[in-house]
């Protein structure tokens, strides 16, 4: 059974870094792409970057080019997402996915972590 748990939110002020973290379970396959999502109040969800299992093929939005880095360790079976110089529009739900070699949708989801930053 396949788990993401997501880590690493919290309430900042503008300007301010956070890290999230995405740990997975039950993945007994290599070459999955892991991707981080959010979702704002009132707002469809939205990519925000992703990461395949070999560390190439990085992809960003293009809100949080330059102030947003994703990063793994196959290791620790954990993906990160360093947020910096965060904004009061990037306060959201963000989650975590898995979509697996050759697939079109994400097909395992994280139960959300929650960024909240102040102006």
């Known amino acids: 059974q396949v788990q993401l748990v997501e880590s690493g939110g919290g309430l900042v002020q503008a300007g301010d870094s956070l890290r999230l973290s995405c740990a997975s379970s039950g993945l007994t396959f290599s070459g999955y792409t892991t991707g981080w999502f959010r979702r704002a109040p009132g707002k469809e969800r939205e990519f925000v970057a992703s990461i395949k299992w070999s560390g190439g093929g990085i992809y960003y939005v293009d809100s949080v080019k330059g102030r947003f880095t994703v990063s793994r360790d196959n290791a620790k079976n954990t993906v990160y997402l360093q947020m910096n110089t965060l904004k009061p529009e990037d306060t959201a739900v963000y989650y975590c996915?898995?979509?697996?070699?050759?697939?079109?949708?994400?097909?395992?989801w994280g139960q959300g972590t929650q960024v909240t930053v102040s102006s």
């Open positions: 996915a898995v979509r697996v070699f050759g697939a079109a949708q994400y097909t395992y």
